[in-house]
């Protein structure tokens, strides 16, 4: 996979964030799916994933499978 430039991208973090001491990623779209990075480290390594792969990681999320 091709790495997306990121140049343009408009980085998310949940709402919640404030309320874990900050320890959150962010997120932001790109035209071959989504990007998530450190938000206390934005220059840092940012991981992609396909939009298979991140429905995947979603669904996981919502079905409790990351559960502690």
Same mark, same amino acid.
């Given at each position: 996979m091709n790495t997306p430039d990121l140049t343009s991208a408009v980085w998310f973090k949940s709402t919640r964030s %404030?309320? !874990?001491g900050g320890q959150c990623v962010e997120v932001a +779209?790109?035209?071959t799916g989504m990007a998530?990075? %450190?938000s206390k !480290?934005?220059?840092g390594s940012?991981? &992609?994933f396909t939009p298979a792969e991140w429905d995947? &990681?979603?669904g996981g999320? +919502?079905?409790g499978? &990351?559960?502690l």
């Open positions: %404030d309320s !874990n +779209k790109t035209d998530v990075r %450190d !480290n934005p220059t940012v991981l &992609f995947a &990681f979603v999320v +919502k079905d499978e &990351f559960d």
